[in-house]
């Protein structure tokens, strides 16, 4: 197996309750895979991903991310580290309403100083790729779901991370968006991209991901690869 791209080794997380978000979690993701973690409501996957996003710290153990100790990065330290290798994709898209579909996904871009030419030609690399190059001039409000997570996608890839997380990213959608998004994370994945997504998306975890890691309370409870 290749070297992990995700190290978590023995981590809890503790808010205000008497239970821990988190406990005593080890797990390993490797460059290249496509790892899926499902769980109920309040099982930890959020606090795994804030905590692999660097959005949030551990209050034991360590989170390594691509030879990063993420644990330990300052708040300047951690936005650097999501501008450069994290790209996330959310239920909800989150995309600027006044940004037209290129700007929207030139902007990790211009926060991470890319010269502009360079920017625009990845740019449109991507939205070609991502089948919404007819789109860029447009602004998100004027297209389908599907459209904006596709747009969603492509700004999370812009900076070349070299891990995605994505949060419920079929979440919002009908079933034949989902569908779609199902077909573009496993084409991602198939192209090299690591991926981390959390869903209750049965489907999309079965169809898009080469491991299924279920949380319960806070701890693992299977880590199964998924069958071809």
């Not at 309750?17 to 109920?40: C, F, I, K, S, Y």
């Not at 390594?64 to 898209?93: C, H, N, P, S």
């Not at 309403?97 to 030139?106: I, Q, R």
């Not at 996608?153 to 891990?163: E, G």
């Amino acid at each position: 197996m290749t070297a992990p791209i995700i190290e978590i080794r023995d981590v809890t997380k503790t808010y205000d309750t008497d239970r821990p978000a988190l406990a005593e979690l080890t797990l390993q993701v490797a460059e290249g895979e496509a790892v899926a973690v499902l769980g109920r409501s309040g099982s930890g996957k959020s606090t795994l991903l804030n905590l692999i996003a660097g959005l949030d710290r551990p209050s034991e153990g360590t989170v390594t991310v691509a030879g990063q100790r993420v644990d330990r990065l300052t708040e300047a330290g951690a936005a650097r580290y999501r501008r450069e290798r994290i790209g996330m994709v959310f239920q909800f898209f989150h995309l600027l309403d006044d940004l037209t579909v290129l700007d929207n996904v030139l902007l990790p871009a211009q926060l991470a100083g890319m010269p502009a030419g360079a920017a625009r030609t990845r740019a449109a690399e991507l939205l070609d790729r991502l089948g919404v190059a007819g789109h860029r001039s447009a602004f998100p409000g004027r297209l389908s779901g599907g459209e904006r997570q596709r747009v969603a996608v492509a700004r999370a890839l812009m900076n070349r991370p070299p891990l995605l997380l994505a949060d419920e990213p079929t979440g919002a959608l009908d079933s034949a968006s989902a569908a779609d998004v199902r077909r573009l994370l496993t084409e991602l994945n198939a192209a090299g991209q690591t991926i981390l997504l959390v869903t209750h998306d049965t489907a999309l975890a079965e169809s898009c991901a080469g491991r299924l890691v279920e949380l319960a309370d806070g701890r693992l409870l299977r880590d199964v690869a998924v069958a071809a």
